[in-house]
């Protein structure tokens, strides 16, 4: 957060703060009608499903101001919500932002968090058509909406795993809660010796998966490519066991799949070792990860193998077999929903 | 709040609240495909416009849990965002709804909320198609985005107001802000002795504005049964005086309002005499009224004269005559945005 150069928001008042912030807005994509500064944003998909979803985001449970700069954390709440748009198969088309914030904050700091925001928009080709700016009495409180495109006979719900289904997941798993558990050890450091300087080095993948996920337009762009439409997908933010126990029990099946098999980056490998955690653990209920968790047809197994990204991790069962992970020395351990809960924080 | 009877939050956990909060919620427009359950909601609007707006309200700032009961919350939280879809000419269809809650709030509470949310839903045929519950360090957040519809070419934006239009205004303004200054009168009283029953009699209408305030889809409908398409519309959240500015800043037009045609209820008169305020600046500045505020074609006078709860109150001019206010002794007083700015609070 700025320290010097600090420009209060009282100076500019609600209207005057919107504009500033939302000055150059452009829309760019034909499905975006009218954008800011109307009672609502209007706009047209005539010939596709409109995928809605939302997010709210609040300081202290979901984000960390002490390690977490606020363009980042304007790109990363744009990117959440995007990836819950891939994970129906269906493309991100606008976005509309709410904040609160309260006196601590200055308008620097809310450029910041644009910036971030924009650059994010940006690069997945969505319009920020609207939203709200007001204050709050504590804290930062972010919402945002998204708004996606997809055709009907696409779009892919958590509720359709079928047996012998191939399970497949993109990227690795485990990296950003590693990077979370660094952050927070440096913050512990920082707090008490203010000499110390955080030694990244090494790390830098951690770090970014943490502050800075990417949502996986890549995969759904391979997969529509490739001709294949998943059974079932959903994004991976709770942790790899908790999302698949979802699809399997909204699809009314069972599962395997194979510890070996869990895409792990070196990084994360070595900074479990050196925080002295279950590495398996750690890939499993992390969370955060933003990756893509889906089933394909087992006929799409060569297909699929040749994706880039990807990797099959097991197989959907006959749901009396529940679901298991089978370990490295061939034991089953039954799947467990401990993913990062809020409520219970 | 429930002080009694109070079932932890953390009991249930995250999904199972939502679970608990949403179970029963069936989708009853054929525009909402599928609800909650999944990464995104789905819905088809193939022959109409989309209409998108969003709202975020924060406890301390948006309102006051003292006197503001958690269902007459979720009531309002969800009109509000209606009343942003008629003002557009549209029709609201969907809501998602987003709550941050601290420990302070019990299952109860937050039953409560989502009964008077279910209710103004139901009265509106709106479906609840998404959301998401998560906690807060502090204080209650609510985020709630309503999708609408509308057919393209009856859309109405605040920028289309003409020289000549007559300004209207649908029901009678200032009465909200009435309720919640006596809401905080007793309030204060009741803060100093403990015994004081606050007594509302004859203020009824005052308080019911305040806290339980109805989206005008009346208004919307008499204007379509009579096919007029208003030139711009907005609703009256933050004070006629602000809305009527939008509207002349955005259309590059002036006005004239004529302060002995500013519909005022015989309660909001009574109340801003006790305290001992200028009438006609609290139905010019109040706020919350959630009327609609339209301009229609001149030759529109006999129609729109005829129709039931709407109001004439002035008419669009040149924009070098700027925006001001008739008043009973014929002087010409300018028009300010003094609207209600929680960024200055």
Redesign the interface.
């Known amino acids: 957060m700025h320290e010097k150069n600090r420009t209060e ?2 100076t ?3 209207f005057g ?1 919107i504009k500033h912030l939302t000055q150059g807005i452009t829309l760019t994509n034909p499905e975006s ?2 954008g800011i ?11 596709k ?8 985001l ?5 984000f960390d101001l002490i390690y977490t700069p606020l363009k980042h954390l304007g790109y990363k709440s744009a990117m959440v919500n995007f990836s ?2 891939y ?2 198969n ?1 493309k991100p088309k ?1 976005i ?1 932002v ?3 914030v309260s006196k601590r904050f200055c308008i620097e700091d809310l450029e910041d968090f644009y910036d971030g925001l924009k650059l994010a928009c940006q690069r997945h080709q969505v319009d920020i ?11 930062l ?1 972010i ?1 945002i ?4 495109e ?1 055709d ?1 006979k696409n ?1 892919v ?3 359709g795993a079928k047996e012998t289904d191939l399970i497949c997941v993109s990227g690795d798993l485990g990296a950003a809660y590693m990077g979370l558990q660094l952050m927070e050890r440096e913050k512990a450091v920082f707090q008490g010796e203010k000499e110390v300087q955080p030694d990244f080095a090494g790390k830098e993948y951690l770090l970014e998966r943490f502050l800075k996920p990417e949502a996986r337009k890549d995969i759904i762009e391979q997969l529509a490519h490739s001709g294949i439409i998943p059974n079932a997908m ?2 991976i933010s709770d942790g790899l066991s908790s999302e698949l126990m979802h699809i399997c029990s ?1 699809s009314h099946v069972g599962c395997r799949i194979y510890e070996d098999r869990i895409p792990i980056d070196y990084q994360t490998a070595v900074m479990a070792e050196e925080f002295n955690m279950n590495l398996t653990t750690c890939a499993l209920n992390g969370g955060e990860d933003y990756e893509l968790l889906f089933t394909v047809p087992l006929t799409k197994h060569e297909e699929i193998s040749q994706l880039k990204d990807i990797k099959i991790i097991g197989h959907i069962t006959k749901p009396e077999l529940g679901c298991a992970l089978v370990t490295r020395d061939g034991n089953e351990l039954t799947l467990k929903a401990q993913g990062w ?5």
Request: proline fraction near 3%; aromatic fraction near 4%; glycine fraction near 14%.
């Open positions: 928001i009282a500019l008042g609600e703060l009608k009218y500064g109307d009672d609502a944003a209007v706009l047209e998909f005539p010939k499903q409109v995928l809605v979803t939302t997010d709210l609040m300081e202290g449970i979901h819950d748009i994970a129906m269906g606008q509309t709410s904040l609160a058509v609207g939203g709200d700016t007001t204050s709050s009495v504590t804290g409180a919402s909406t998204c708004i996606g997809a009907g779009v719900y958590r509720n959903m994004d909204q809960n809020p409520l219970k924080g």
